[in-house]
């Protein structure tokens, strides 16, 4: 059973940057960070291939977002840079035993417990 471990969530200005990880407690194929905002279903920001090869953004953070992994720490990385309001929401991060990146959330079996993320001035 792989554990995911979110890290990372904060309050921050708009404007502003974050930077969240997700450790695994073994080595996990194909990633993705999904999120919840208040009143809305869970939507797929970004997914990262098994050897970081490949990569995909929702439409709504390309450009600002940058996913990255780390296979040596079992770790995978999301920079979020100038952050917006609208991006308030619990991030979650979640693992496939699929090796290629999907945003597909019914691809993915593992999930960590989410990190808070505000933006509010």
């Known amino acids: 059973q792989l554990q995911l471990v979110e890290s990372g969530g904060g309050l921050v200005q708009p404007g502003g940057s974050l930077r969240l990880s997700c450790a695994a407690s073994?080595?996990?194929?194909?990633v993705a960070w999904f999120r919840r905002a208040p009143g809305k279903e869970r939507e797929g920001v970004s997914c990262?291939?098994?050897?970081?090869?490949?990569?995909q953004y929702a439409d709504s953070v390309k450009g600002r977002f940058t996913i990255s992994r780390d296979n040596a720490k079992n770790t995978v990385y999301l920079q979020m840079n100038s952050l917006k309001p609208e991006d308030t929401a619990v991030y979650y991060c979640?693992?496939?035993?699929?090796?290629?990146?999907?945003?597909?959330?019914?691809?993915?079996?593992?999930w960590g417990q989410g990190t808070q993320v505000t933006v509010s001035s």
């Open positions: 979640a693992a496939s035993t699929f090796v290629m990146a999907t945003l597909e959330e019914r691809r993915y079996t593992y």
């Open positions: 073994g080595f996990a194929y194909a």
């Open positions: 990262i291939s098994r050897s970081g090869g490949s990569t």
